[in-house]
């Protein structure tokens, strides 16, 4: 909307406040959907007096609309006083904590994909606090992830940071990694990342969870040499590590590998692009 229709809204809604004329409650939410995306929280204030005043039933149900307020800050560029708003609802509503993680899972989406630095560091502040404080980690998880598996160097080199830092992040990669890799695999087809998250399992000394991943893409890779996207050269790396490392492929998987070598071509391995990369979810 342009400056002019904002400020003629603003007037109309301040006249209904004050004459308290009812507006229905889908339009109302329209409204806090739209300012709160367009990065206007003076607006999300506005309707938030008119909605305590005219329907205050509405205001307590939807919990002062205050999840609209700490987004139109965030989408500002404010992410301190968006967060510290999300923080405030956290701790006020514990009913809704549920609600308010799925808010923050998606101020994290938009601010590592936009590139915004300067909210990363805000951003990795308070998944920390939820972590430490609460004992939350699915915005930190979330917020690892999303690093994680991106393609820019210094989200990487922060997702490297957060597994550093927090020792609840290392039991949940520790438990979770095999799962992680199959999914960044599939919707992705991101090697990359497993490849580093390989590094870090060794780094952390995870054996174990470095050996199940180490599987998923020697399965992975071999999947796609069926699809005629050979990569013999890569499963040939892969047998190789885990004979440096003393860890052994199943039966099965060195049957499939043995099949490869007869059947494989020195064809380049063609790089497998997806259309399009999906966004993450997760379940805990």
């Known amino acids: 909307m342009s400056k002019n229709r904002n400020r003629q809204l603003e007037t109309l809604v301040r006249e209904m406040k004050n004459k308290r004329q009812f507006m229905n409650e889908e339009t109302l939410k329209k409204l806090f959907k739209h300012y709160s995306l ?8 506005i309707l938030q007096k008119y909605c305590a005043n005219v329907d205050p039933n509405l205001y307590q149900r939807n919990v002062e609309f205050l999840h609209y ?47 915004s630095e300067a909210s990363l560091i805000v951003f990795k502040k308070y998944v920390l606090d939820f972590s430490e404080q609460w004992s939350d980690h699915y915005p930190l998880i979330c917020f690892w992830y999303i690093c994680w598996s991106s393609n820019w160097f210094s989200d990487q080199m922060l997702s490297n940071e957060l597994l550093e830092t927090s020792e609840a992040l290392q039991d949940i990669i520790r438990d979770k990694a095999m799962a992680f890799s199959i999914t960044v ?31 998923v893409l020697f399965n992975y890779k071999c999947k796609y040499n069926i699809m005629k996207n050979r990569d013999v050269r890569g499963c040939t790396e892969i047998v190789r590590n885990c004979q440096s490392l003393g860890i052994s492929l199943s039966s099965d998987q060195q049957g499939r590998y043995i099949t490869l070598l007869i059947n494989g071509s020195e064809d380049k391995p063609e790089k497998f692009i997806p259309d399009k990369t999906k966004l993450f979810k997760f379940k805990f």
């Not at 367009?38 to 204030?45: L, Q, S, T, V, Y």
């Not at 992410?79 to 999300?86: C, H, K, M, V």
């Not at 609600?99 to 998606?106: H, M, W």
């Open 185 to 215: 695999l599939n919707n992705d087809y991101n090697e990359d990342a497993v490849l580093r998250l390989l590094q870090n399992l060794l780094k952390h000394k995870m054996m174990e969870e470095y050996s199940k991943v180490l599987q």
């Open 69 to 115: 307020l700490a987004k139109a800050h965030c989408f500002k560029g404010n992410s301190e006083r968006g967060l510290s708003i999300l923080t405030h609802c956290y701790r006020k509503y514990e009913g809704y904590r549920s609600f308010y993680r799925l808010i923050f899972r998606e101020l994290i989406q938009d601010s590592v994909l936009n590139r």
């Open 38 to 45: 367009d990065g206007k929280p003076e607006m999300i204030i």
